[in-house]
T-cell receptor, first 115, second 113 residues
């Protein structure tokens, strides 16, 4: 069974600073990897996804993530954080075939942005 | 615009009551999912459905029931057997295939009073 670890429950960064949110996964084959963002009291929005090809993927809102198979990681990055990026971020891994994909979510990293 | 609509946004349940959370999508997605979100625990899968009139238990199905009579609709009933129902409930849908992420609704917050 697959699993996801987000080691940082809470991160605080200054506006304009760079950001990296960590995600490690466990899965025997090539996984499908996702990052979602959730604003308070809202649903989750897909930021980006990886399933094959270029290991550096670009997403919405200026985010990118890099898949590193050797480290079983899929860290999310942004070069310059904006106050509107304050939210909770979830890494997820999908596995399966035949149309159904079981997706396992991490527990989330809450991002606080200070002026 | 296409999307997923969850209603109500807030719901209060008395002890011993069953309540039903609505989830409707107009994305023509085949698969629909219900997740429960608790602080510090991420999202946990309650039930999912890949086609009409078929659904499967997820990791925490006890105390919940669902139906899938129409492609667009996947209501979740929280029964009195669910001993700790206070949580944020999220409905999601996905097109067939492994490469697509979920589209989520905006959630229903259920509180037991």
């Amino acid at each position: 069974a697959q699993s996801v670890t987000q080691p940082d429950i809470h991160i605080t960064v200054s506006e304009g600073a760079s950001l990296e949110l960590r995600c490690n996964y466990s899965y025997g084959a090539t996984p499908y990897l996702f990052w979602y963002v959730q604003s308070p009291g809202q649903g989750l929005q897909l930021l980006l996804k990886y399933f094959s090809g270029d290991t550096l993927v670009q997403g919405i809102k200026g985010f990118e993530a890099e898949f590193k198979r050797s480290q079983s990681s899929f860290n999310l990055r942004k070069p310059s954080v904006h106050w509107s990026d304050a939210a909770e971020y979830f890494c997820a891994v999908g596995a399966g075939s035949g149309g159904y994909q079981k997706v396992t979510f991490g527990i989330g990293t809450k991002l606080q942005v200070i002026p | 615009d296409g999307g997923i609509t969850q209603s109500p946004k807030y719901l209060f349940r008395k002890e011993g009551q069953n309540v039903t959370l609505s989830c409707e999508q107009n994305l023509n997605h085949d698969a629909m999912y219900w997740y429960r979100q608790d602080p510090g625990q991420g999202l946990r899968l309650i039930y999912y459905s890949q086609i009409v009139n078929d659904f499967q238990k997820g990791d925490i199905a006890e105390g919940y029931s669902v139906s899938r009579e129409k492609k667009e609709s996947f209501p979740l009933t929280v029964t009195s057997a669910q001993k700790n129902p206070t949580a944020f409930y999220l409905c999601a849908s996905k097109d067939r295939g492994n490469v697509y992420g979920y589209t989520f609704g905006s959630g229903t917050r259920l509180t037991v009073v």
